[in-house]
């Protein structure tokens, strides 16, 4: 079946460490998308990448990082400058040759990060 | 892209319709109204979405009125399966990046 998986569902992050949240797609959408979930909170966006070898910051990309080597994947660091990282991440992807307005995402069901 | 307003919470009984109501008096002419909801501990899922015309799927219907300044959302018999968060979300033609802006939402609880 063709979908988004992140893994892990759950990840611990010691003081000072970076982590890497992985997401990939077997859809064959060019397009992908890191959100940030805080409890009760709609999502906000990390970053985004429209096409393979590059990427653009969305509205809270302090303190992350990503790349886009495959169509496929899609991986998300959180390193030690993003000073409140818990929170629940989420990876989507969309269909690039969708006309604008009408393009859906789909969404991976995330990955839950706190600090120890 | 232009901003909606939800309801924070709504509740419903089981097998019952439901109206989940969304204003988008900013909303321009080429903006398409979408909806979405999240189950608890997962992902968003799209639900339907409409430009003009009141639109039915095999999960919900999506009511526009005919000024397009306010939606409606549409379970014709809510299962407990329904509680979820519905985001309201409109996405403009300009530009193609495909970054949708998620409120709130409108979190649903079905009685049983």
């Known amino acids: 079946d063709g979908g988004i998986t992140q893994s892990p569902k759950y990840l611990f992050r010691k003081e000072g460490q970076n982590v890497t949240l992985s997401c990939e797609q077997n859809l064959n959408h060019d397009a992908m998308y890191w959100y940030r979930q805080d409890p009760g909170q709609g999502l906000r966006l990390i970053y985004y990448?429209?096409?393979?070898?590059?990427?653009q910051k969305g509205d809270i990309a302090e303190g992350y990082s990503v790349s886009r080597e495959k169509k496929e994947s899609f991986p998300l660091t959180v390193t030690s400058a993003q000073k409140n990282p818990t929170a629940f991440y989420l990876c989507?992807?969309?269909?690039?040759?969708?006309?604008?307005?009408?393009?859906?995402?789909?969404f991976g069901s995330g990955t839950q990060l706190s600090v120890l | 892209d232009a901003k909606t307003t939800q309801p924070n919470s709504m509740e419903s009984n089981e097998e019952e319709p439901v109206h989940l109501p969304c204003n988008h008096s900013?909303?321009?002419?080429?903006?398409?109204i979408h909806w979405y909801r999240q189950l608890p501990s997962q992902g968003p899922e799209y639900v339907i979405h409409?430009?003009?015309s009141n639109v039915n799927n095999r999960m919900a219907s999506l009511a526009i009125a005919e000024d397009r300044k306010s939606s409606t959302l549409i379970l014709h018999r809510a299962t407990l399966r329904d509680a979820a968060v519905y985001y309201c979300i409109l996405r403009g033609f300009s530009g193609n990046t495909g970054k949708l802006i998620f409120g709130q939402g409108t979190t649903l609880q079905v009685k049983p």
């Open positions: 900013t909303i321009s002419g080429t903006d398409y």
């Open positions: 989507a992807s969309r269909n690039g040759q969708e006309r604008c307005g009408k393009e859906k995402l789909f």
């Open positions: 990448s429209q096409i393979v070898n590059d990427f």
């Open positions: 409409g430009l003009t």
